[in-house]
């Protein structure tokens, strides 16, 4: 039996360690980029939801809502400064508003027929995005 120089030996060892090394290196890397992002829910109320435009050609409607980040199980707290979209308001338009401690309120004109108003938030790198719908029927 032919016998394998132990400095050949010795190498594939230390290779094989390396190796290993090298993985465990990347995966706790990954790990440490691996973001938990918080939760979010959201709100969206239409008023009136239903009504007349009447003679005019549409219905003035305030739009309106509450986003909110989760800080601790089952406590939340309103998230300032958030971009929150809305669209389904007519046109194919989306509207951009910029959440107050508040919340969000914006008056759009919707003509008549049925209008499914859709608010999100794309979520960021530290929140998940969210959505609520509401539905308004405008009626001439």
Not at 112 to 129: L, N, R, V, W
């Amino acid at each position: 039996m032919a016998q394998k120089p132990i400095s050949v030996i010795a190498a594939v060892g230390v290779a094989g360690i390396l190796t290993l090394s090298v993985l465990a290196a990347i995966s706790s890397t990954n790990q440490a980029f691996a973001q938990v992002r918080t939760s979010t829910k959201l709100s969206l109320e239409a008023s009136p939801q239903e009504g007349s435009a009447g003679g005019k050609a549409t219905l003035r409607v305030s739009l309106s809502g509450v986003l909110y980040e989760e800080v601790a199980p089952h406590s939340w707290r309103i998230m300032t400064g958030a971009p929150i979209h809305i669209k389904g308001t007519g046109e194919g338009k989306e509207l951009t508003e910029i959440q107050s401690p508040e919340g969000f309120k914006i008056f759009v004109d919707l003509a008549p027929g049925t209008h499914e108003i859709q608010a999100y938030f794309p979520g960021d790198a530290t929140h998940k995005s969210v959505t609520d719908k509401t539905v308004v029927t405008v009626t001439f």
